[in-house]
């Protein structure tokens, strides 16, 4: 299973555009960098982080908006559709777990055009990261046990949503985040996980 954003997607100029859409509208004085090092975590939790806490749900709504106006502004790394191609080619269950909302999501999934078995987004049924919770419903959804699923992500909320609910982690550098846990897996580039896991 996958995070989005920094994993398999480089959204940081997207996220910059729509961040300064909020402050601009909303008279929102946090710099971008605050709001980019918190990613990985339900919008309104990051909010909360930034102490901003008012007018959350029309400041969600316009970050929302304007991603969604801007999603020419998002690519994919290179090697991600080879990769995902040669999971499946080899039977592998691919899924994605994140914290984009669920339009968002479709509209870049749509770009891609790969069929994944399971797309996790936010929801009201259940915590988002770094709580465990939709990794393991994607892994009940997909009837996988926790020795057999690998997270890849690219956040310490990633790392902790991974270790909480038992399941391998793998750090994707060429994301946004660090992990200082020295026993983690960490990847230069998305073509390494082929050799990761069809090799086992």
């Known amino acids: 299973m996958f995070d989005l954003d920094g994993v398999l997607l480089n959204s940081k100029r997207n996220m910059e555009l729509s961040w300064g859409a909020v402050c601009e509208r909303h008279d929102v004085n946090v710099e971008f960098e605050d709001y980019f090092s918190n990613i990985g975590r339900p919008f309104k939790d990051i909010l909360d982080i930034l ?3 008012v007018d959350q749900t029309d400041i969600e709504k316009t970050f929302n908006d304007v991603s969604t106006q801007l ?3 998002v690519e994919f790394y ?7 191609g040669q999971l499946a080619n ?13 339009i968002k999501t479709q509209k870049i999934l749509d770009l891609l055009g790969f069929a994944f078995d399971i797309v996790q ?3 009201d049924a259940l ?3 770094p709580a465990p919770d939709h990794i393991l419903y994607a892994m009940s959804e997909l009837n996988m046990n926790a020795s057999d699923t690998l997270y890849i992500g ?3 909320v990633d790392y902790e949503a991974a270790k909480r609910a038992h399941v391998n982690y793998v750090h994707a550098l060429w994301g946004y985040g660090t992990c200082n846990d020295k026993n983690v897996i960490k990847l230069e580039n998305i073509t390494q996980l082929s050799d990761i896991i069809l090799n086992e």
């Open 121 to 123: 987004t936010p929801n």
């Open 154 to 156: 690219d956040m310490d």
């Open 78 to 84: 290179e090697g991600v559709e080879s990769v995902l």
């Open 127 to 129: 915590k988002g990261k």
């Open 90 to 102: 080899n039977n592998i269950k691919i899924g994605i777990v994140t914290s984009k909302n669920t």
């Open 71 to 73: 999603i020419d502004q």
């Open 51 to 53: 102490n901003i806490n």
